[in-house]
């Protein structure tokens, strides 16, 4: 990064410090950085004297005006950043517990599909901000399929429990050069090696490791459904059909330590990231892509809205969206969240246990529980797409309160996975969002 004494402050009133990051190995291709003030945008020049070098470092002869890999937002003390756009059209934000973790990106094209995958990229960047008000930054893509302008309005809030929220709004212009089949809108990337759900997998010593451990939608048709991530056996694409989605985001709903016990990169501290549309999307659907990982180095888990139809070369589409970054999204309390999710062996305990047989348990948690017994009716609705249902039953958590407990097992042969629904209701009613897994029996 370049030196604290050579900072930019954007903005009459300075509040927004910025640094930038040097080329390198992983970052070849040069970005360039405007300063815009008073409706004038003035270029930062790299020269190598922005940098410190060991003696004798060859980065100490590269010719002045070459550019720079992106750059990075400061805390108003320089101390500590909370926001980079760093390679392609990669952004991320530290978010509310200032640690990294899953990146956002401008845009995806032909993600998951059996050709390669096309990254467009970033290549100029505009800075600009008024007196007390948001970070603007222009930036302008570049790809074989498409160009575009994107306008990010970013603000840094903080609420009452002093926990930060970073909050972006989007407008995306872009224009297609060529056909486009598979247009990936708001796109994210991150990291899911195992969970609770997933210990068989557990080839460290940490008893969780994962960025984000569930995909939330709030559908259009008001729906409110939560998939919990996979690291699956081979490939998949899972495609949720919708209109008009209300929103969508890769969430770390598991914020307790002792289900990590990692104090080098606290796993519990990343950032969760909610879309929220600001205009009508029309029919599409959103597309959670999960590849197979051995270690946690990679990002494995691709999220993004893909709406119908081709982008036909010489079309132009605009997309307006909010972005944040945050501990948790903004939904209402009106139907109890899915927080934990747990496999193992079907049958009972003392007894021989059934082959081919899976137990799953699945936690909610919310105020639609308040006061709720054993007698009160509530009722557990379980859909697999294949095999066949054995005991199921709910209840309340002892000693947990608003607490409530889902149980069911599966019996499923063969490898093809099985998408199982599941939810709690009363008097015909949900009283929690709607559960989807995806189960692999051959695992």
């Given at each position: ?5 050579r900072?930019?402050f ?36 790299y ?32 101390d ?61 893509l ?14 840094r ?37 195992y ?14 490791i994962?960025?984000?451990d ?21 490939v ?11 929103g ?23 950032a ?13 659907a ?14 494995n ?22 972005l ?24 009972r ?6 082959a ?51 149980v ?16 709690l ?19």
């Amino acid at each position: 990064m370049s030196r604290r004494d050579r900072s930019l402050f954007v903005g009459r009133d300075r509040r927004h410090p910025v640094q930038l990051f040097h080329m390198g190995k992983n970052f070849q291709q040069p970005v360039h950085v405007y300063v815009v003030d008073e409706g004038e945008a003035r270029e930062v020049l790299y020269t190598a004297q922005i940098f410190d070098f060991p003696s004798g470092h060859p980065a100490r002869e590269l010719p002045d005006g070459l550019g720079f890999a992106g750059f990075r937002v400061m805390a108003e003390n320089l101390d500590t950043d909370w926001l980079a756009f760093l390679g392609a059209s990669y952004f991320r934000s530290s978010g509310p517990f200032n640690q990294y973790g899953l990146s956002a990106r401008g845009l995806a094209i032909d993600t998951g599909l059996p050709t390669p995958e096309e990254f467009p990229r970033f290549t100029e960047f505009y800075l600009s901000g008024g007196s007390r008000g948001p970070l603007i930054v222009y930036a302008l893509l570049e790809s074989p399929s498409v160009t575009g302008a994107y306008r990010f309005a970013i603000e840094r809030l903080t609420d009452s429990r002093e926990v930060h929220r970073v909050v972006m709004d989007i407008e995306a212009r872009l224009f297609a050069r060529k056909d486009i089949t598979r247009l990936g809108v708001a796109p994210f990337s991150s990291m899911f090696w195992y969970g609770e759900q997933s210990r068989k997998q557990a080839a460290d010593w940490r008893p969780e490791i994962h960025d984000s451990d569930g995909l939330a939608l709030y559908l259009g048709n008001g729906e409110r459904v939560w998939r919990p991530l996979n690291n699956p056996p081979s490939v998949m694409t899972n495609a949720f059909q919708d209109r008009n989605p209300r929103g969508f985001g890769l969430l770390q709903r598991d914020r307790d330590f002792v289900h990590y016990l990692d104090d080098g990169v606290f796993y519990e501290r990343r950032a969760s990231t909610w879309v929220e549309p600001q205009d009508d999307w029309g029919d599409g659907a959103v597309h959670l892509l999960e590849i197979p990982t051995d270690d946690e180095i990679h990002d494995n888990i691709a999220v993004y809205w893909c709406p119908a139809g081709v982008f036909k070369a010489g079309e132009q589409r605009t997309y307006r969206y909010r972005l944040s970054w945050l501990d948790d999204i903004p939904f209402p309390d009106a139907l109890a969240r899915a927080t934990n999710t747990w496999t193992g062996l079907g049958g009972r305990p003392g007894t021989k246990r059934p082959a081919g047989v899976r137990k799953f348990v699945i936690d909610f948690q919310g105020p639609p529980f308040a006061g709720l017994g054993r007698e009160d009716g509530v009722e557990l609705v379980v859909t697999p797409s294949r095999g066949k249902l054995g005991t199921a039953y709910n209840h309340p958590v002892v000693d947990q309160r608003e607490r409530w407990r889902a149980v069911f097992d599966l019996e499923a042969q063969g490898p093809e996975p099985v998408d199982i629904r599941a939810y709690l209701r009363r008097n015909g009613r949900a009283l929690t969002e709607t559960w989807i897994y995806q189960y692999f029996p051959e695992d």
